[in-house]
């Protein structure tokens, strides 16, 4: 399931002294299309005690990304409750670490979801969450999320332009991070600008767009949950209809 950058980057991991000694441990992948779920994580043993558990972003598959704006309309999608249990499962697995969650896109919700959703005990092991431009949560429908212990807890990093990450609504901090792209294209991990270590911060807000953040807010508001499931099953329905079943065959 590996792109061509992510195979680069995980060769490259594999030989870095920093890295290269890291056990990965209880790989998943679980996709089921008719549930239109997308699932998959990995756990990485750090030293001292600790691990960092990592949960796939979407890939390129129709099905995916429909999952990702099912969360418009529904309390919890299938890969949310695969998150949940997965982390429940490494957390009984290794008693004694501490946990690192984090994610890409989906990965990154699934991350905060797992740690909001958690028994408070699972919660105190937790140290901290990473949100690389993943969705929030619609706070309508999110009541029991709202822990502000595990939210303190939560950094979520967007690129200037933001469209993936800003679905929903956040009230964690936020990093806006410079990328080299445009639109869509900076969800691209690979496109986020890095220096002495750290992702570079844009220093200029007025450079950061909410034009189609604020256009999404909009239909939200004036959208029922029954119309945001209409609107866009019917599109998804449209689409795979046309026999078109990844995000490449339609751009």
Not at 92 to 98: A, N, Q, S, T
Not at 99 to 121: Q, T, V
Not at 146 to 158: G, R, V, W
Not at 195 to 211: A, C
Request: charged share 25%.
């Amino acid at each position: 399931f590996l792109l061509a950058d992510d195979r680069e980057l995980a060769k490259a991991t594999a030989h870095a002294v920093r890295y290269k000694d890291l056990a990965v441990t209880d790989i998943v992948i679980n996709n089921d299309p008719e549930a239109e779920k997308q699932f998959g994580a990995i756990t990485i043993l750090l030293p001292n005690n600790t691990l960092y558990i990592s949960y796939l972003g979407t890939d390129d598959m129709l099905f995916s990304w429909k999952e990702d704006f099912n969360m418009t309309f529904m309390d919890t999608i299938p890969s949310q409750i695969d998150g949940l249990a997965y982390l429940n499962h490494i957390a009984e697995k290794f008693p004694k670490y501490k946990m690192l969650l984090g994610g890409h896109s989906k990965g990154g919700n699934i991350a905060m979801f797992a740690a909001l959703s958690a028994d408070k005990s699972i919660q105190e092991r937790i140290i901290s969450i990473d949100n690389f431009d993943g969705p929030g949560f619609d706070q309508d429908r999110a009541q029991f999320r709202k822990n502000p212990e595990i939210i303190q807890k939560i950094t979520s990093y967007f690129p200037q332009e933001s469209m993936v990450g800003r679905l929903l609504d956040h009230e964690e901090t936020v990093r806006t991070v410079e990328s080299v792209e445009v639109n869509i294209m900076q969800h691209d991990l690979y496109s986020w600008r890095v220096e002495n270590l750290d992702f570079v911060d844009v220093k200029n807000v007025k450079q950061v767009k909410y034009v189609f953040n604020k256009a999404m807010r909009a239909w939200l508001h004036d959208c029922t949950i029954e119309q945001r499931k209409f609107f866009i099953d019917s599109i998804y329905e449209a689409v795979i209809a046309a026999d078109y079943n990844k995000l490449s065959d339609i751009r």
